[in-house]
């Protein structure tokens, strides 16, 4: 299917406001209210027209001057081989949103990785804890405003003072790989071995 056509599926089968963008060429999506996210999810997956039998990768952003974070989940067909970004956006200040693991099972990793870096709780999933940071880690550290704590259990999270590594020279490659040093030395071996032999 077209853009086009996966748009205007979406929204005759949905009856809600769907904002649909161009985006880059050939990375169209398409933006549901989040109370519709699951049913989205749903359609885009089990539809014949549809097929999205494939989510790629599962994402979140933050906006803090909106208030609010966005989740993206890139979708895939296999079969029709189209493709779609489906976004949908909750409050900043109390992010919930339906899990859709039961739509696609890779979602369970996904989501607790948002879960985690972004503060999202997913409702209904199967086990939303930690995937990245320990349980007790203070903050959500995608999140632009994240200050991160000084200290973790007596630990110092930063290194003050550390030297910063100083920048490697590159050598010159010639085509096949060698360092102009290298082309050099081996140039003048063999003008010494063919000395010896005249």
Same mark, same amino acid.
């Not at 803090?64 to 890139?74: K, L, M, R």
């Not at 879960?115 to 007790?136: C, Q």
């Not at 973790?152 to 590594?165: A, D, F, S």
């Given at each position: 299917?077209?853009?086009?056509?996966?748009?205007?599926?979406?929204?005759?089968?949905?009856?809600? !406001?769907?904002?649909? @963008?161009?985006?880059?060429?050939?990375?169209?999506? *398409?933006? =549901?209210?989040?109370? &519709?996210?699951?049913? #989205?999810?749903?359609?885009?997956?089990?539809?014949?027209?549809?097929?999205?039998?494939?989510?790629?990768?599962?994402?979140?952003?933050?906006?803090?001057?909106?208030?609010?974070? !966005?989740?993206?989940? @890139?979708?895939?067909?296999?079969?029709?081989?189209? *493709?779609? =970004?489906?976004?949908? &956006?909750?409050?900043? #200040?109390?992010?919930?949103?339906?899990?859709?693991?039961?739509?696609?099972?890779?979602?369970?990793?996904?989501?607790?990785?948002?879960?985690?870096?972004?503060?999202?709780?997913? !409702?209904?999933?199967?086990?939303?804890?930690?995937?990245?940071?320990?349980?007790?880690? =203070?903050?959500?550290?995608?999140?632009?405003?994240?200050?991160?704590?000084?200290?973790?259990?007596?630990?110092?999270?930063?290194?003050?003072?550390?030297?910063?590594?100083?920048?490697?020279?590159?050598?010159?490659?010639?085509? !096949?790989?060698?360092?102009?040093?290298?082309?050099?030395?081996?140039?003048?071996?063999?003008?010494?071995?063919?000395?010896?032999?005249?």
């Amino acid at each position: 299917m077209t853009p086009e056509a996966i748009r205007d599926h979406l929204a005759g089968k949905l009856g809600a !406001e769907i904002e649909w @963008h161009e985006g880059k060429p050939g990375d169209p999506f *398409a933006v =549901v209210p989040s109370d &519709r996210w699951l049913d #989205a999810c749903k359609l885009a997956r089990e539809e014949d027209e549809l097929l999205f039998d494939f989510l790629r990768a599962q994402t979140g952003t933050d906006y803090p001057d909106d208030g609010a974070i !966005e989740v993206v989940s @890139h979708l895939f067909s296999y079969q029709h081989r189209h *493709a779609l =970004v489906l976004k949908t &956006r909750v409050d900043r #200040a109390d992010p919930k949103l339906h899990t859709i693991e039961g739509v696609w099972p890779a979602a369970n990793w996904y989501e607790r990785e948002i879960f985690d870096l972004l503060g999202v709780h997913f !409702e209904n999933h199967s086990d939303l804890r930690h995937l990245v940071l320990p349980e007790d880690w =203070v903050g959500h550290p995608l999140r632009k405003d994240y200050k991160e704590q000084d200290f973790y259990k007596g630990i110092p999270t930063t290194r003050p003072g550390y030297p910063k590594p100083e920048p490697k020279e590159k050598k010159k490659k010639n085509r !096949e790989g060698r360092g102009t040093a290298e082309v050099a030395e081996s140039a003048e071996k063999k003008a010494e071995k063919k000395d010896e032999v005249e």
